[in-house]
């Protein structure tokens, strides 16, 4: 699809890609009345084809034969790696272990990753090099392959550079070959990530590492000036430090991220994907509003599989926007619920994105209380999306879509089991485990607990297959978190990062004087900035960026570190669902056929109390409430109030009081300021809201158009009046309101 800027008919080249990759049952008929729900398209290589086209990081392409061989034997190979490093640390150290890591994976990288650079040959013909289907790796990605093995491995070589002890003895003062190889291996690094995600986190490091040896020609009067790096300190910093490419970003893809990928692919092997689907459908099926929630209620358990936003949005659209459709939903309505519900699961316990294990590293905090702090967000985040679905629901006249499909209750008592892998994850966090130690035993688990479903059955061939694809799938995020190392070395070694916090908090103090107005400009500065940084780069490095940079001023003004963190990973997620990217939305769409642009849009609305909630925790003391942090009356409080501010949200977005009947403009208005008040978290200003809401609710009671609110809006069917066929239409989409 090639919509983004919003020009030509989004709608056709949607459809077309839906049509070329998703399965035909999941486009055509799927899921009639009284029909079986099909969860088994989950499974399908087009839905997963399809779904990487929409990730942050650029999809890989097909190997075949020897090659496929070779990758699978490689992969599994540093996936064993890794989970020896759980219970058997290396002796030498975690850099040790990074740097055998590294040099197994990167090659991986030019191996499955094309170029995306076509050189014509004599005849004429392009080389077949496109993603996905890609002919195979080139001779140049064999010899970059090689020269990536030989770069990462040679601090550990004792024949080429004296071995592991002589190199970390050079620290600061490399020999000429020291140099040549971390020159190298940079160059490597960065073409990786460029291959993976694309040219802008390329072209930061480059900003970087042009500020790094230029910054002594800067005026020494500006802020930001330094006294300038020279080449080989540059090389130093990256190949021979601790804040370089061997640092935290890389240390938490290796130990951390690497082994919930493999865990999501066991789970994901077992069938709980399809199971977790088929649950949703069953525990919804009887009310009109039964569409919007199995949506919802499909992002939240298929994210425990999935860590990203864009590939959720596809795998349940697969499934439940048939379902929606003969509900009623618009394509763009529903479009913007599947990516909001698809965004959320990145931002949902018990596994997290990528940039949560991060915030634990970082903080030196245990991931259970990463976990924590992200509870009551999560609750309001949904809250917010199943409100907007009973809103929707009532003001569009959606209706009951009658499935065949087992009860709840009986799919409990045959496939529950896959719930148990997750709960030993909480289980052993909380009796003072690691969280590279529960991941480990909960894939076991689930690997185990496999073979009560003789379809999904891990036997040693596809258990091998499950431990190369936890590797495959975190080749982008290494690729990202190693060029993220040239840039926390670079704020190290120059001092970049305070400085620009303090301009950020100058900027802010010139315009208020007030701490509290202060702590508020300064929040919001920082939200567009990391909504801008988001629009570029992938998630795990935005919010890298965004701490070392961002961060420092949020705590120059004396907002705590779990507050800090928590408020850059929200933002840094949220670029998935901020327009005019907004990957999850494009995803979307290209499984609705919907216009790419009134599909963000609704997204925003859908998933709109993300972005509020985030400032609310950092302008207030009592915000701190909503991490769990304080005694449970300042948690209770900060819930309370935040759900009611949902709710106001909620009204104002959607045009409806719940109860009551549809908004008109005014009592709209009203809603909009309660919930800012409400979402302040003071006791005068939550009161203050508590009365706006309820003066808005007693608007829309004596409104005259309450008298029709029974479906005002009745949907309008452009094709089979039973519904069965063509789109629905309601008189929202025909006047062009998407709001």
């Known amino acids: 699809m090639s919509d983004e800027s919003g020009t030509g008919t989004a709608r056709d080249e949607a459809r077309g890609t839906v049509a070329d990759g998703l399965p035909e049952e999941a486009v055509d008929g799927m899921h009639q009345e009284g029909e079986a729900v099909n969860a088994s398209v989950l499974e399908d290589a087009g839905v997963r084809e399809l779904a990487a086209q929409f990730e942050e990081e650029k999809p890989g392409r097909r190997v075949y034969g020897s090659v496929d061989a070779g990758v699978t034997a490689v992969a599994a190979i540093a996936a064993l790696l890794v989970l020896w490093q759980v219970f058997r640390p290396l002796a030498q150290g975690s850099q040790y272990y990074l740097v055998i890591f590294l040099g197994l994976v990167l090659p991986l990288v030019f191996v499955l990753y094309p170029s995306g650079i076509r050189l014509r040959r004599r005849g004429g013909t392009p080389p077949g090099d496109g993603p996905v289907l890609g002919g195979g790796p080139t001779a140049g990605d064999w010899v970059l392959a090689v020269v990536a093995l030989v770069t990462c491995l040679y601090p550990v070589l004792p024949f080429v550079g004296g071995g592991y002890d002589a190199f970390l003895d050079r620290q600061g003062l490399l020999d000429p070959l020291d140099v040549v190889m971390g020159a190298a291996l940079l160059l490597l690094i960065v073409e990786a990530c460029r291959r993976t995600t694309g040219w802008v986190l390329p072209v930061v490091c480059g900003l970087f590492l042009a500020y790094d040896y230029y910054g002594g020609l800067l005026p020494q009067g500006w802020e930001i000036a330094h006294a300038g790096l020279d080449f080989d300190q540059i090389v130093d910093a990256l190949y021979n430090s601790p804040s370089g490419f061997y640092g935290t970003p890389l240390d938490v893809a290796a130990s951390y991220i690497v082994l919930f990928t493999i865990y999501g692919a066991v789970l994901d092997l077992s069938g709980a994907g399809a199971f977790f689907v088929e649950l949703s459908v069953a525990a919804f099926r009887r009310s009109r509003s039964a569409a919007g929630r199995t949506a919802v209620a499909s992002g939240f358990l298929l994210g425990t599989v999935s860590g990203s936003g864009a590939a959720t949005t596809v795998s349940i659209g697969a499934v439940t926007w048939p379902i929606l459709r003969r509900a009623g939903y618009p394509a763009e309505r529903a479009g913007g619920m599947l990516a909001a519900a698809g965004v959320g699961a990145i931002l949902s316990p018990p596994t997290l994105g990528a940039a949560a294990f991060i915030i634990a590293e970082y903080l030196d905090v245990s991931y259970l209380k990463v976990l924590g702090w992200a509870t009551v967000p999560t609750i309001l985040y949904y809250l917010g999306i ?25 799919l409990l008592a045959r496939f529950g089991y896959h719930f148990l892998s997750l709960i030993v994850i909480v289980v052993l966090l909380a009796l003072g485990r690691s969280a590279t130690q529960a991941v480990v035993w909960a894939t076991l688990l689930a690997a185990a607990l496999s073979f009560l479903d003789r379809r999904h059955r891990l036997t040693p061939r596809r258990l091998v297959q499950a431990l190369a694809a936890g590797i495959r799938g975190v080749l982008p995020v290494v690729a990202v978190c190693a060029a993220a190392g040239v840039i926390t070395a ?12 303090s301009l950020m908090v100058d900027w802010a103090q010139a315009l208020a004087t007030n701490h509290t107005a202060v702590v508020a400009l300064t929040a919001i500065f920082a939200a567009v900035a990391m909504t801008l940084l988001g629009l570029a780069v992938p998630v795990t490095a935005s919010f890298i960026i965004g701490w070392v940079i961002l961060g420092q001023a949020l705590l120059n003004l004396g907002i705590p570190e779990p507050a800090t963190a928590m408020f850059i990973f929200y933002f840094a997620v949220l670029s998935e669902a901020t327009p005019p990217t907004a990957l999850a939305s494009v995803a979307a769409a290209a499984v609705t056929g919907g216009r790419v642009f009134p599909t963000m849009w609704q997204t925003l609305r859908y998933a709109l109390p993300a972005y509020l909630v985030p400032i609310a925790f950092v302008v207030t003391p009592a915000g701190q409430g909503l991490l769990g942090i304080g005694g449970w009356d300042r948690v209770a409080f900060a819930l309370a109030a935040s759900a009611a501010g949902v709710l106001a949200l909620s009204v104002a977005a959607g045009g409806w009081f719940i109860g009551l009947g549809a908004a008109p403009a005014v009592p709209r208005v009203l809603a909009g300021l309660a919930a800012l008040a409400l979402l302040w978290l003071d006791l005068w200003t939550v009161v203050a809201g508590v009365v706006l809401l309820a003066l808005a609710g007693l608007l829309v009671f004596l409104s005259p158009r309450r008298s029709s609110r029974a479906n005002p809006e009745n949907p309008v069917h452009d094709g089979d009046p039973a519904g069965g066929g063509g789109r629905v239409r309601g008189p929202a989409d025909a006047r062009g309101d998407v709001g």
């Open 386 to 410: 199943l409100l907007s679905v009973e809103i929707d629901a009532r003001r569009f006249g959606a209706r009951a879509v009658r499935l065949k499909v087992a009860s709840a209750w009986s």
């Open 490 to 501: 670079s704020t190290t070694k120059t001092g970049l990062g305070p400085q620009l916090s």
